[in-house]
């Protein structure tokens, strides 16, 4: 594989919004992530992933986007994101935009200019439906419930496309004038010294331009998931997405990460690698293994370690021949892992430093989420008014429709809900946390005062401060390019409670070995090794012998010559 910038670093997600706000008025904003530079660089990671932070009205917090050219006023101004380029430049950071290219905002010009008429030149733009005898063209539904189509208003049985809420038409992706201004807006944001980009719902552009609806899948009301029209056409994507890399990031070199939901296995040597579409996609594969099938919140099960290690297993051995995948923990749209994919006794310090280490050593390029660091769990709302997220309100309406009380209801976003991720980042045991002098726009998390960053700073044996050494031995030395494209052999899967995986390349090998058991174990190595990190006390190794105890993680070196 061609040896690109951005590999063997660790990437770094913020969601603006909720990492620092400079001026009072309860938002994070781009002058609170300057501010907080030292903070990332000290993390030890390479790249800075930064949610939406374009134009918007804000129907779905910054993923209506109206103008793609201009900040949020309420984040900041270009020439913040300027100075946030340049300060992060001197500290071996690159900053990366989350480009939401499949809808815009119904504020958007080009919306506007669309729903002027027939003939106005960017109706084609968007997907303009005609239903029928007041029906709409089809069945879809929406990734947030209800129909994907909205009447254009004063038209009769006319009607745009949206995939999530009404305020996010769909772009026709099959119009070539529109993928030309694609390409130019991703290099405007190049030229501004933007490295890369986080591209959005990567697999929703394909459509069949007929509409001819689906049947209708286990919901039960006669709709049928616009993902499912996704997974039917999703050999369409790689020729459009080749059409903008070879027109915009490709020739430049940029770094790009796909949030590819949905995204068929047989189509990855399409996206990863050299000459794939994308430099790498996330690993959702444990999340999609609690959503198949299951028509919302209310039918999903809670994570466990076994899916998460289950879909990452799959996932790292799939990509190993093809390129590098980037796996998470967390993001913004996930609950905190701590919480999710650990059991009741493990959801604290030692749980979250057990799981950090399973996960900083998979194969890829790995994306920490603000807050995870810090080992932060789900925060406990105590009514759906304490909660912002379009998508926990609708799940909330979805589950008391189908005969879950209010309490059930709330009690199922206090596991799944997106604004778990959210809530703002404590900085320490001041007002609010140190995130606002402000009222934050969404609650604090119940233990901010105790498990914030100053709290942390001070204590070495803190999430943070293992975050730190998990980074710094990612990135030491000849390690680097064995923990990012090394091999990746699975080990055994037997118990559910276990998670064992061997990494081996440029002349190193390191078994990494989390026992999320409640007692102590004995795992027998492939060779002789000596304990590079552990997240508890509790671990020895004595020839080929590791001894870890519970709800704790190892980093075994197998020493050279005495692996078999
Ligand atoms: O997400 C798109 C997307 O596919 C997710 O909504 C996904 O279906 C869901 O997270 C699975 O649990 C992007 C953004 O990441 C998300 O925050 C936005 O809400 C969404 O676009 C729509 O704007
Ligand atoms: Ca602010």
Redesign the pocket.
Known sequence: MHKAWWQGKVAYQIYPRSFKDSNGDGIGDLRGTIEKLPYIASLGVEILYL?PIFASPGA??G??ISDYRKINPQVGTLADLDELIARAKERGISIIL?M?LS?TSCEHELFKRALLGRKAPERDFYYFVRGSNGRPPDNLRS??GGSVWERVPGEEDLYYLH???KE?PELNWYNERLRERMSDLINWWLDRGIAGFRL??I??VVKDRTFPGLPPDELGDGSCAA?RMNAKLAAQAPSLYQELKKHSYGPRGAFTVA?A??LNDNLLDQFIGDEGCFSTVFD?TA?ETI?KNRPGYYAYPKGTLKIYRDGNFHMQQLTSPLGLVAPILE????PRAVSFYLEEGQQNAQGARALGTVFMFLRGIPFIYQGQELGLTNTHFDSIEEID???SKNEYRNATAHGFTKEQALAILNVHS?DHARTPLPWDDSPHAGFTTGRPWLKLHQDALSLNVAAQEQDPGSVLNYYRALVALRKRGAWQECFCSGDFIPGSTADDHVMHYLRKGAGKCAEIVGNFSTKERVFELSGEGRILLCSIPEARVEGRRLTLGATGAAVVEILPGRSS
């Open positions: 949610n779905d917090n993923y209506d989350d939401v809808y990734f947030f995939y999530f809420t996010q959005d719902a697999m929703n993902a949030e939901f949905g959702f999340r959503e993001n913004h749209d996930e997220d379009v998508q997106r």
